[in-house]
């Protein structure tokens, strides 16, 4: 067995969606990290000013005449890290993305594979750029083409790009290639961690793209041999590019996502064709928000993969915590993931919604913070964006350390307990992350429509409401968590010591 990591993301198109609206959900597994979530002003730049990032610190990149206001959720990790942080601007544009492992490089030796990616310009920069500059969508799938095919890109990845409107999945090769496809509005979309794309779909210029030249490198690189020579009609993205010898990645994920979204018919109708990287499907129904966060806190409960087993009682009993399996089973919410965003996208960007979670999903609620004024959250981030900025390649090591006003570090805490026995842990916190979670979502709707009301008197007053709503739910989040590690301890106390638990 070997390790599975990588993320995963779930895309609806706005005609599969109960929203109307694009929905995003998004788990980030990075191991040995932390997370924190900035919120970055509008900034304004002077002519001729660049800038670079840590990762290839002599690669300086002209500056945008000014920056958009986001939300940033940093992942900070010993060393640094380049392809963990998301991001979620002003404009209602949401940037994620997952490892595609890595995808193949030039080079018949160590050494010059080594060399080519040495040579290319950009990693971490294009997520942060695209969190600053893209003002739609569109205009994001414009940026990142600009930007790998002149500066180069070090990493095999997929970035999902979104608005209200629309996705873009855009998968990126170590080096100057890219392929992009527009996720079709009446289609729900899962990404694991290997490359989904195929056929070269040149006539649909509205919803596809890809770099000139893409083929010809492959067949170059002895990568893709067309069984027809002159005729590329078999070309198949995923296959020339993925990493030589690989087996496609995460296809644990794959088997049971597509099922636990309804479409296990497809999904086995696309194993038995031999395609086991499918883009996406043609919705059968309308998928809300709940949907979204059901998937990503999945361990495969009630299937073959689970390694939770059926009580007697009709429930679920988990002989091992599923989130300390280092190799197969891989679960969606597992035992790197640092993080889970569901987006929840709206007309008025202000009224975006950003729900939430610590760590693993399965263990406390999704928060719901509202774009609105973009406002710094308590607790959850221990310095400012401008200092993380310049310590995000090299975090100083006492920063790993528990830290007891960071609501990181609460949620941490309360992970701890539930894995010394989750099976135990999970009955007490799963009837208050639903009775909890379903309150707020009256809420939301009740916010939302109050922003509207405000709006007509003065914008400013209704973004600042908004953003003290999402504050007083993150306040009582971190509240929460501290709570559910005290009644977990207690609970398991009193049945050690033959007592009451209530």
Not at 239 to 249: C, D, L, V
Not at 260 to 282: D, H, M, N, Q
Not at 487 to 500: E, K, W
Request: aromatic share 12%; with cysteine; glycine share 8%.
């Amino acid at each position: 067995m070997r390790y599975e990591g990588g993320c995963s993301t779930v895309v609806i198109g706005k005609a599969a969606s109960a929203t109307g609206r694009v929905l995003v959900g998004h788990n980030e597994d990075d191991d040995i990290s932390l997370v924190q979530v900035h919120s970055v002003p509008r900034k304004r730049h002077e002519p001729g000013e660049t800038v670079s990032f840590g990762d290839r610190p002599d690669v300086r990149i002209p500056q945008a005449a000014a920056t958009l206001a986001f939300y940033w959720s940093e992942v900070r990790r010993p060393g640094g890290i380049s392809f963990g942080d998301c991001f979620f601007n002003e404009c209602g544009v949401a940037i994620v993305t997952n490892s595609c492992n890595p995808g193949k490089a030039p080079g018949k030796t160590d050494e010059e594979r080594e060399a080519f990616l040495a040579s290319q310009g950009l990693g971490y920069g294009v997520r942060r750029l695209l969190g600053e500059r893209a003002h739609s969508a569109r205009e994001g799938l414009d940026i990142i083409i600009e930007l790998v095919e002149k500066y180069g890109y070090f990493s095999g990845r997929c970035y999902q790009i979104a608005d209200k409107d629309e996705c873009w999945a855009v998968q990126l090769t170590r080096g100057k290639y890219l392929v992009a496809k527009r996720i079709p509005d009446d289609h729900v979309y899962f990404m694991p961690n290997h490359y989904t794309i195929h056929a070269l779909e040149s006539s649909d210029k509205e919803n596809f793209y890809y770099t000139p030249g893409i083929v010809e490198n492959a067949i170059e690189n002895g990568w893709y041999r067309p069984a027809v020579p002159g005729d590329y009609s078999d070309f198949d993205f995923a296959a020339a590019y993925q990493t030589e010898g690989e087996r496609p990645y995460n296809t644990m994920r794959t088997r049971n996502a597509w099922p636990i979204l309804g479409f296990e018919t497809e999904w086995l109708a696309s194993e038995a064709a031999g395609c086991v990287r499918p883009f996406s499907f043609k919705a059968h129904r309308k998928y809300t928000i709940d949907d979204c966060k059901a998937l990503l806190r999945t361990h495969y409960e009630g299937r073959e993969d689970s390694l939770a087993r059926a009580d007697a009682n009709g429930g679920v009993t988990y002989p091992c915590d599923p989130h300390q399996t280092l190799d197969d089973p891989y679960t969606i919410c597992c035992g790197s993931t640092v993080e889970s965003t569901v987006f929840d996208f709206a007309d008025d960007p202000a009224a975006c919604c950003m729900y939430r979670t610590w760590r693993k999903p399965c263990t406390n609620p999704y928060v719901p913070i509202f774009l609105g004024q973009l406002k710094a959250l308590p607790g959850y981030a221990w310095m400012t964006a401008d200092e993380a900025d310049a310590t995000h390649f090299d975090p100083p090591a006492e920063e790993f350390q528990y830290r007891p006003d960071a609501a990181y570090w609460n949620a941490q805490n309360l992970i701890w307990q539930t894995e010394l026995d989750y099976g135990f842990a999970r009955g007490i916190l799963a009837p208050e992350i639903e009775r909890i979670e379903k309150g707020w979502d009256e809420e939301v709707r009740a916010a939302r429509a109050r922003y509207e009301e405000l709006k007509a008197q003065d914008a400013q007053l209704a973004a600042a409401y908004l953003s003290s709503f999402s504050e007083a739910k993150a306040i009582f989040a971190s509240h929460w968590l501290l709570r559910m590690t005290q009644a977990i301890g207690d609970r398991r106390y009193r049945r050690n010591q033959g007592l009451p638990e209530e």
